[in-house]
T-cell receptor, first 110, second 112 residues
Framework: ELKVEQNPLFLSMQEGKNYTIYCNYS?????LYWYRQDPGKSLESLFVLLSNGAVKQEGRLMASLDTKARLSTLHITAAVHDLSATYFCAVVEYGNKLVFGAGTILRVKS | EAQVTQNPRYLITVTGKKLTVTCSQN?????MSWYRQDPGLGLRQIYYSMNVEVTDKGDVPEGYKVSRKEKRNFPLILESPSPNQTSLYFC???????????FGPGTRLTVT
């Protein structure tokens, strides 16, 4: 059974600082997603990572995947208040069966 | 506009009263899924469907039913709701060979 662990679960950071959210998973998978959720809203797709060594960047967010270590990271560069949200990673177990992490609540303080 | 719609968006009901939450997508997607979101647990997949008449259980299927009679619709049925099914529910869809998944706006269900 696939387990997905995110850490930290809560992250309070100052504007302008860098930080990383980690997503570990327990069994082999060929696909990993990162999503963002604003309070009271639905999920917004950020990245889909398909292969070992994959790196994707959008603005101040960069995601990477190490399938050997079963680890993905979401790196935040020079955080701004608008990045405050909850971030989820999700890993495909097989087919369309998706297992989510518990989510990381990010608060960026000015 | 490409979208996934859910109805109702909010529902308060009583234990044991059958209900259906509808999900519809206008993108001709093959894959559709239902999730529930609870604080501290992330999203958990309830059921998913690979195409018309093809469905499979996710991690938390107990107490739920689904059907996929048409490609665009994937209703979630609670035959006898209980308070532990109080949650925020999301429907999602994606196309075969395309990995991006589109989520609906969510349905907040309260069972008293």
């Amino acid at each position: 059974e696939l387990k997905v662990e995110q850490n930290p679960l809560f992250l309070s950071m100052q504007e302008g600082k860098n930080y990383t959210i980690y997503c570990n998973y327990s069994t082999t998978s060929d696909r990993l997603y990162w999503y963002r959720q604003d309070p009271g809203k639905s999920l917004e797709s950020l990245f889909v990572l398909l292969s070992n060594g994959a790196v994707k960047q959008e603005g101040r967010l960069m995601a990477s995947l190490d399938t050997k270590a079963r680890l993905s990271t979401l790196h935040i560069t020079a955080a701004v208040h608008d990045l405050s949200a909850t971030y989820f990673c999700a890993v495909v177990e097989y087919g369309n069966k998706l297992v989510f992490g518990a989510g990381t609540i990010l608060r960026v303080k000015s | 506009e490409a979208q996934v719609t859910q109805n109702p968006r909010y529902l308060i009901t009583v234990t044991g009263k059958k209900l259906t939450v509808t999900c519809s997508q206008n993108m001709n997607h093959e894959y559709m899924s239902w999730y529930r979101q609870d604080p501290g647990l992330g999203l958990r997949q309830i059921y998913y469907s690979m195409n018309v008449e093809v469905t499979d259980k996710g991690d938390v299927p107990e107490g739920y039913k689904v059907s996929r009679k048409e490609k665009r619709n994937f209703p979630l049925i609670l035959e006898s709701p209980s308070p532990n099914q109080t949650s925020l529910y999301f429907c999602a869809s994606r196309a075969t060979g395309v990995y991006e998944q589109y989520f609906g706006p969510g349905t907040r269900l309260t069972v008293t």
